[in-house]
């Protein structure tokens, strides 16, 4: 029967070799990401600048595109129309508007005027700057709490020179994914927040496959010169990495396309997430175990039917 193979098994590639240059590329990368956010900053959606956000229903399906056209005519500034769930169900988001007494009730009554009675009003919110600035607050320590975890979790699993490792390149990662935002200057919202923690979630994994087989072959090959190992287990896991990486951004892929203007910011995230996360799981973080010094006298044995090099 025939079995698809993206990577070979037994491949030997030699990523440690490239690694001065991996840690020259990244450098760069995050310095400028740094340097974006600073200097550009995040084109943050209405979650976290405040505004109002109103649930209409048509009767049929709506027409998007019509809706758009008719609430930009009212001048409001930053006005997203999208469909969610059912064809007939419509989210409209509007930017906070100056601060003066009642502005958001005029929204909304400018917003009615225009649509008329014609559609179900289901549910109007108003996101204040004090929300806002909690929502800002809530997200980011959402981040660095995971992140947080993930290094105490990886500290207790193996060492901590691994742990060490592993929350670097998830740094690096997520510094880069904000930096993609920032270049780009697309909307910076609360489902994007989702998409970074799923790509610590999902860097995180990959990382500890290649750390667990790093461990398996410390135990194995006690005297091997550690760059030789570190090759032999990053070629041991590539085609595991390879397929699982490709099936993923296969499916963030078509969820890209049909999907919608609703998620296509969080795969957008995703895709680039699953991308930087494989790539930082073999050029930063496993390298990085030879600057930080692993321990090589594990105190669990390599099974007797293993030979030692």
Do not use: C
């Amino acid at each position: 029967m025939f079995r698809l193979k993206l990577v070979p098994a037994d491949t030997a590639f030699k990523f440690i070799g490239l690694r001065h240059v991996a840690y020259a590329v990244s450098a760069l990368m995050v310095l400028a990401s740094m340097a974006l956010f600073f200097t550009n900053g995040l084109n943050f959606g209405i979650d976290f600048r405040g505004g109002t956000m109103i649930e209409i229903g048509t009767e049929g399906p709506a027409d998007i595109g019509d809706l758009r056209n008719r609430l930009s005519s009212l001048n409001l500034g930053d006005v997203q129309v999208q469909e969610f769930g059912a064809p007939n169900d419509v989210l409209i988001r509007v930017e906070q508007q100056a601060e003066t007494e009642g502005s958001d009730q005029t929204v909304v009554e400018l917003i009615r005027g225009e649509l008329g009675e014609g559609v179900e009003y289901r549910r109007v919110e108003v996101v204040g700057p004090k929300v806002s600035s909690e929502l800002v607050e809530a997200g980011t320590l959402a981040v660095v709490i995971a992140v947080i975890l993930m290094l105490v979790y990886i500290w207790f699993r193996f060492e901590w020179q691994f742990s060490v490792g592993a929350v670097l390149a998830l740094m690096h990662d997520v510094l880069l994914t904000i930096g993609i935002f920032s270049i780009f200057q697309l909307e910076f919202n609360l489902s994007i927040i989702a998409a970074i923690l799923t790509i610590v979630g999902y860097s995180m994994n990959d990382t500890v496959v290649v750390y667990d087989r790093v461990r398996e072959n410390l135990r194995k090959y006690k005297k091997l010169d550690l760059g030789e190992l570190l090759d032999r287990s990053i070629n041991e896991t590539l085609s595991r990495t390879a397929m699982t990486s490709i099936t993923t951004l296969l499916a963030l892929l078509a969820l890209y396309i049909f999907g919608g203007e609703v998620i296509r910011g969080f795969t957008f995230a995703m895709m680039w997430g699953v991308f930087i996360g494989t790539y930082s799981s073999i050029f930063i973080a496993a390298p990085l175990l030879m600057i930080l010094g692993v321990k090589r006298d594990w105190s669990v044995a390599a099974p007797s039917s293993t030979p030692s090099v």
